[in-house]
């Protein structure tokens, strides 16, 4: 029987984890080395769900960890997953690293490459992944979880961008309890098969995590470790193990409407929201108009959704676990994230059959929009948009060696955005960040190192603006102030604004009053778009249906 067999089991009890997985002892100046660093990132998960930023899903690990750490309530990815991924990978906007709009599929391996800089559909050789930067620090790099960043070809493998080790999923999704060719799972550069009836992916990026922390901690205690765990929750499928679905049997019966007035309140009182914003429009039809049946539906819908994060906050305790038997907690730094907003598609109320629901079939189910708008409360708009909807996501540190015990719980209300992270971690690690790697040119880092907000240091990170654009979505922030549009083929120039201290639900839009602050703020989005290898957007889809069309 192999160690991981011997530790897993259904329900991954931590009990099988002790005995297996306990380190040597470490030298008594570990907590002098360059930290570990543990990135972790949940998928297609609203502002809302978690416990510590006013959900009702059960998530005592990630609530502990912001207990004793940093809940940051304004920060920002890209608004869609691969976007995001090659941005916090990269330290750079997605355009700049090749990836403006999607990766290539697994089934068209080419299909959202248009031959242009800034939409290749995967990682381009003039940016530096950041296990690639750390590596060159002397960390030992590993990765488990979602890849999405390009697949036509091994060159453009996690092991080919920096990583010592991986066990994961290349493509957006695969169905968690049965992942299968094409969207199958990956262990180093192999695809592998399946034949465990108890697998649950979410379990798997855990174990093969703590295995490859165990394995290197064990070959070189004093060496450096990053880890990069990506998981798929609660990405459709909406599939989880049947025992915690049932932790929310009922759980949803009142439906969005009574859910959304819930956490407003909740997240009033928990200081993550201002009174003073408005709660949005709700933006799906009323629980009571539903039918008895479809009520049923929904609710179940929502029930799974819960479950897979609660499974997934259930893993991330148990790599705390053995962090903390192991006595690498405290010079550990965990960052936890989200990739982008609640996902809407699939419709007002869901995609996939009803029949498909707790079972292992399926593979395009979802909750669809109206749970979404939940999800997001209290924003608008979702995953693809560049409203508050969209790009807003949690964001956790956790550092004992690095953060006060006067500052455990404090909230962070100064903003930040995904290139931040490489430059945090360049900070962090001490690590040289060059202007050529392997005979490419790199682009020089557009993020800010967010380590003086981990020192209660209540400054702006960002004094220039910061910007945004994914399919004809486009938005600019500087200070307090926000110009956005959502892309409509009838008004391509529609310039909403907004005062984000005031109104962050971006309810009141501000663009008729302040039309100099619009014409100045849309000047710089321009120049960094020409900057930034940004394409017009009708360009992009004349592209993609000449793809189609051959």
Request: aromatic share 12%; proline share 5%; charged share 25%.
């Amino acid at each position: 029987m192999t160690l991981l067999n011997k530790i897993r089991t259904h329900t991954f009890k931590v009990a099988f984890l002790a005995p297996i997985f306990v380190l040597p002892t470490l030298s008594k100046g570990q907590d002098k080395l360059k930290p570990n660093i543990i990135l972790i990132m949940s998928d297609d998960m609203g502002f809302s769900d978690i416990g510590c930023y006013g959900g009702e899903i059960k998530t005592p690990n990630l609530d502990k960890l912001a207990n004793t750490g940093l809940r940051f309530t304004q920060f920002y990815n890209t608004a869609r997953c691969c976007p995001t991924r090659a941005s916090l990978l990269s330290g750079l906007y997605p355009h700049q690293a090749g990836i403006g709009h999607m990766t290539n599929p697994s089934e068209n391996p080419k299909g959202y490459d248009y031959e242009l800089p800034g939409y290749r559909g995967f990682l381009n050789k003039n940016c530096m992944t950041i296990a690639e930067v750390l590596k060159q620090s002397g960390y030992s790099t590993m990765m488990t979880g979602k890849w999405h960043l390009g697949m036509n070809g091994k060159d453009q493998w996690p092991l080919q961008r920096g990583f010592d080790k991986y066990y994961g999923i290349l493509d957006g999704a695969c169905n968690y309890f049965e992942p299968k060719y094409p969207r199958g799972i990956t262990s180093g550069n192999d695809t592998i098969s399946i034949h465990d009836k108890n697998y649950y992916s979410a379990d798997a990026f855990t174990e093969n995590a703590i295995k490859f922390i165990h394995e290197s901690k064990t070959s070189n205690p004093e060496k450096p470790f990053f880890l990069y765990l990506a998981y798929n929750s609660p990405h459709w499928p909406l599939q989880a193990p049947k025992e915690d679905i049932d932790k929310y049997r009922g759980r949803y019966n009142n439906g969005w409407q009574a859910i959304r007035m819930e956490r407003y309140k909740r997240m009033i009182k928990m200081g993550i929201i201002d009174s003073a914003w408005d709660l949005s429009t709700q933006d799906s039809n009323d629980w009571d108009t539903l039918s008895d049946e479809k009520k049923k539906e929904m609710e179940l819908r929502r029930e799974i959704y819960a479950a897979q994060v609660d499974r997934m906050d259930q893993n991330i305790g148990h790599l705390v676990e053995y962090l903390e038997q192991n006595k690498l907690i405290d010079n550990t730094v965990i960052v936890f994230i989200d990739d982008n907003g609640a996902c809407a598609e699939g419709g007002e109320l869901g995609g996939g059959p009803a029949r498909q629901l707790e079972t292992k079939e399926g593979y395009f189910l979802t909750y669809g929009q109206s749970w979404a708008n939940a999800s997001n409360t209290p924003f608008k708009l979702y995953k693809h948009w560049i409203h508050e909807g969209g790009i807003s996501s949690p964001l956790i540190v956790h550092w004992p060696n690095g953060i006060k015990k006067n500052d455990e719980g404090k909230l962070v209300h100064q903003y930040g955005f995904l290139p931040d992270i490489m430059a945090t971690f360049v900070d962090l690690s001490n690590a040289k960040y060059p202007s050529v790697f392997n005979g490419n040119k790199i682009q020089p880092l557009e993020g800010k190192s967010l380590i003086p907000l981990f020192k209660a240091e209540d400054k702006p990170v960002h004094t220039e603006p910061i910007f945004w654009e994914h399919e004809g979505n486009k938005a600019v922030r500087l200070g307090d102030y926000k110009l956005v549009m959502a892309w409509d083929d009838q008004a391509p120039d529609k310039w909403e604004l907004y005062n984000i201290s005031k109104d962050r639900t971006e309810m009141h839009d501000l663009a008729n009053q302040m039309p100099e602050k619009v014409n100045e703020m849309k000047k710089m989005w321009e120049a960094w778009a020409k900057r930034a290898m940004v394409e017009p957007w009708t360009k992009i889809r004349l592209l993609e249906q000449a793809k189609n069309s051959k």
